[in-house]
């Protein structure tokens, strides 16, 4: 039933082609203000920004495989006291969209006057990485080389096991899995907002169209290679960091900077407990804790810090990757998060940032659920 | 046997006031026998209970821990024995997930009336505790 419309290449461009849809937007009046990854002109850097003149697009990068903000904190810190006046696109990442969901049902932002564009990510490198791969390549080689492309080792840890490569709830999807770039870029409007999005842009639309029947085909496969690929992964990770020893190791390197939680777009308390007064102690509680234990690690609490953000953040992880993206010293928390974060979500059988509709699960409860807690 | 015998776990209980903190002050009065083991903390509800307060004193040396609520749907406070009832699992989920011994993790709903089975609960979990040993998390240097 869906609705979608093709975009001819422009040039023999997809990012040209993105780029001019979205100057459309602005031109066409569809919507007033667009956030979109934009190319910035120090270095091989690209950022969200947020667009008004059309003129800036020219430099936009949607497909450019580089995450280095989840989008979702930047809509949580524009929404959260009031909703956006005027029409804006925001587009994002798939994993960004789910965040900003969660975000939405912890009251951290609003979807009001929001034009949600999502689309189907081929992933993306670290920051580093990226700058390297764009001094001598573009986002266009990077989406067409998709078809051919097997492996690659240089993706973010979270890239590697996304679980929904595809936008969960975006109104308008620009498609690419399953079709031939050649013939065109695929819109897809996936709610009303979107099919009359693409009627306002005046697109010739068609229901079922091929491409989009040729996308839906090529996601089913998609998705249920990532389910096997991220079984594996997780027996593996059981093994590396699952008991004390394999913990202790793991977070061995960590500094306590806090980091992962800065950049996490879950983590959005604004006074986080870990930083609270209960963890400020006189120097004769740290002796005493040393005396019981002969020794002990500073700064104190490395693991409670850690497994008390697994208990806070567990059932809405995204698994964007943010987290380990940000680590100076490269602890796997990608692979713990999401180890814990899938068995979590699957005890609650529930999917963060599938729906708003979904309860966010430790607010929610049922009466007949989980009887075996508490049985002797 | 003689070794085993000499340890003696902690246990630190997080007992509700309404229901299981006033069933162990029942134990107390009707002279109930239990192991001195359990180090109760009062606290209003169940809910109140952060998982990260559990992390913390298995952390900080305690061998098992118990949260004590009144039975599910009898909750002073209307429902928060339930919401308790989801973090909890959630807590035990992680600790399995990271192949650390969730079954040091204990909850009990014993109402304000059920002492002799407060009593029961400490010594059953006392017991188990003993049988598992020292807990590898508790007073950790490295962690």
């Given amino acids: 039933m869906a609705k979608s419309a093709t975009l001819p290449l422009k040039d023999g461009q997809i990012r040209k082609t993105v780029n001019s849809f979205l100057q459309d937007l602005l031109s066409k009046k569809v919507v007033e203000a667009i956030l979109v990854p934009v190319a910035h002109p120090a270095g091989n850097n690209i950022m969200q920004s947020l667009v008004i003149d059309p003129e800036y697009l020219e430099q936009a990068d949607v497909f450019a495989p580089v995450l280095p903000v989840i989008s979702a904190r930047i809509v949580s810190a524009m929404t959260r006291l009031t909703p956006v006046s005027k029409k804006t696109a925001v587009v994002m990442r798939p994993c960004e969209m789910r965040a900003l969901i969660e975000l939405v049902k912890l009251k951290q932002a609003s979807l009001d006057n929001l034009l949600l564009i999502g689309i189907d990510c081929p992933g993306a490198y670290s920051v580093e990485d990226y700058q390297q791969f764009a001094a001598e390549s573009s986002s266009d080689d990077f989406v067409k080389a998709l078809p051919k492309r097997k492996e690659d080792p240089k993706l973010r840890a979270g890239c590697q096991i996304c679980q929904y490569p595809v936008p969960l709830t975006a109104d308008l999807i620009i498609g690419i899995f399953g079709t031939d770039p050649g013939k065109g870029l695929l819109l897809l409007a996936d709610t009303e907002k979107g099919e009359q999005a693409l009627e306002e842009l005046g697109l010739t639309t068609e229901t079922d169209g091929e491409m989009a029947k040729q996308r839906e085909a090529a996601v089913e496969k998609l998705l249920a290679g990532m389910k096997e690929k991220r079984e594996k992964f997780f027996e593996q990770a059981k093994k590396e960091v699952g008991g004390v020893d394999n913990l202790a190791t793991t977070f061995a390197p960590c500094i306590e900077c806090h980091n992962c939680r800065t950049v996490c777009p879950l983590c959005y308390c604004r006074e986080c407990f870990f930083d609270s007064p209960t963890f400020e102690l006189e120097a004769d509680k740290y002796l005493g804790m040393a005396e019981k234990r002969g020794a002990m690690r500073m700064p104190a609490d490395t693991l409670l810090f850690h497994l008390g953000r697994m208990t806070h953040m567990g059932a809405s992880c995204v698994g964007c990757g943010a987290c380990e993206e940000a680590c100076p010293n490269n602890i796997p928390l990608l692979k713990i998060f999401q180890l814990i974060g899938d068995n979590v979500q699957k005890l609650f059988d529930y999917t963060p940032g599938r729906s708003l509709e979904d309860e966010l699960p430790p607010t929610a409860y049922r009466e007949d659920e989980l009887q075996w807690i508490g049985e002797k | ?143």
């Fill in chain 2, 1 to 143: 046997m003689a070794e085993k015998d000499e340890f003696e776990p902690k246990i630190i209980g997080f007992l509700c006031n309404w229901c299981t903190g006033a069933a162990a002050d029942l134990a107390g009065t009707t002279r109930a026998q239990y192991p001195p083991n359990i180090h109760p903390v009062r606290v209003m509800c169940s809910s109140t209970v952060d998982p990260v307060y559990l992390i913390k004193a298995l952390l900080s040396g305690a061998d098992a821990v118990m949260v004590g609520g009144c039975w599910p749907g009898d909750c002073h406070y209307v429902s928060g024995n339930y919401k308790a009832r989801r973090r909890f699992a959630m807590l035990k989920t992680i600790f399995e997930a990271l192949g650390l011994d969730a079954n040091r993790i204990w909850i009990r709903w014993i109402s304000a009336s059920e002492g002799p089975e407060f009593a029961q609960a400490v010594r059953e979990i006392t017991a188990e505790t003993k049988k598992q040993g020292p807990s590898p998390l508790a007073g950790n240097w490295a962690l």
